[in-house]
């Protein structure tokens, strides 16, 4: 998280009344003041996201809205996931790379019945917008929403709060979207999200958005819950932060994201390439990549921060094979946990690393991710 600059002030969310109303710790991220926690604390928080429903205020995210008779082929111009194909009401991961096979930025992108809607990270969300309106605005309509926040609500209990406001909610399923009226407002709800729980985004119009977050915390099971333990749920599920797991020097095959690649859009594929650093990309799939992120689970209860450098357990002890990217004691298994990136030879499933912490080296065993099982509504 990124400290307040002196000389840029902070944009406020919709929520931010409702924030210090609770008593949020807020702090400056990605050029907005945001909550990284509650009186409750990040690790009763995170627990409360496992057990029951979370509320989280993601407005600080980019809405970008593409439409228009091309938008589908063009936007296979800047994307390497197959677009073409998605159903009216279905949603996908994807991103944005650049010409050496970087991942300029990660998002979600859901076809609606006359646009593409694309939720994106909110310190790169300018970024996007000018890459779309450059490389695709003379083929398709590109338009930014701010006028609409974007609130998520997760955990297992998640499904049956909503349904309270919108019956439909319930009929949705893991990556489908589609309109609610909650409150009286015209929303439009994904079951989706970045804990590894059930749960839903909601995009709902920004004068509404705090009356709508004041109704879903007055259900029981709903508690707020900050960007510190969105932090840590995530890392538990195994899921990349942009920034830190993924950045424009990162492929996507380095970072295993080879599943959102469609087949139709690999090399052999009916539509593959014409991506920015497509052959980049298409030369490591089919020859592999040299680094891998992988998982690695901690055998000593030390926490192993992003930065911290890798070696091999048994071969050379001067010589690093990667690095952590996203590391901390995860709460659900009170056991160090990181993602980090290690040459390809070392990238085996149960194998042993040490991780050089204060001048220790600690022994971490490579494990498959995620690190806590996923509980999508499939």
Known sequence: MSAASNSSPLALTPLNALHRELGARMVGFAGYDMPVNYPAGILAEHRHCRSAAALFDVSHMGQISV????????????????????????QRYGFFTNSADGILDDMMITRRADD???VVNASNKAADLSLLERDI?????VRALPERALLALQGPQAAAVLA??????????????APLRLLGLDCYATRSGY??????????????????????????EVKPVGLGARDTLRLEAGLCLHGADIDATTSPIEAGLIWAIQKVRRPGGERAGGYPGAD??????????????????????????????????????????????????????????????????????????HAEVRGKRLPMKVVALPFVPHRYAR
């Open 137 to 141: 605005g003379h083929r398709c309509n």
């Open 164 to 177: 309270r406001l919108a019956p439909a909610a319930a009929g949705l399923t893991f990556m489908t979207g």
């Open 280 to 353: 980049v990309i298409g030369s490591q799939i089919s020859q592999g990549a040299a680094l891998r992120r992988v998982g690695l689970l901690g055998l000593e209860r030390v926490p192993v921060r992003p930065h911290t450098a890798l070696f091999d357990a048994h071969g050379s002890q001067t010589q690093s094979i990667g690095h952590v990217t996203s590391g901390t004691i995860s709460p659900q298994l009170d056991m160090p946990i990181a993602m980090a990136y290690v040459s390809a030879n070392h990238a085996v499933t149960n194998g042993e690393i």
């Open 67 to 90: 439409s228009g008779p091309d938008a589908a082929a063009a936007l296979e111009s800047v994307l390497p996931i197959d677009v073409s194909s998605l159903a009216v009401g279905k």
């Open 116 to 118: 593409y809607l694309l």
């Open 195 to 220: 804990t590894g729980e059930d749960g839903y985004e909601i995009s709902v119009p920004a004068d509404g958005a705090a009356a709508l977050a004041r109704e879903l915390l007055a259900q029981p």
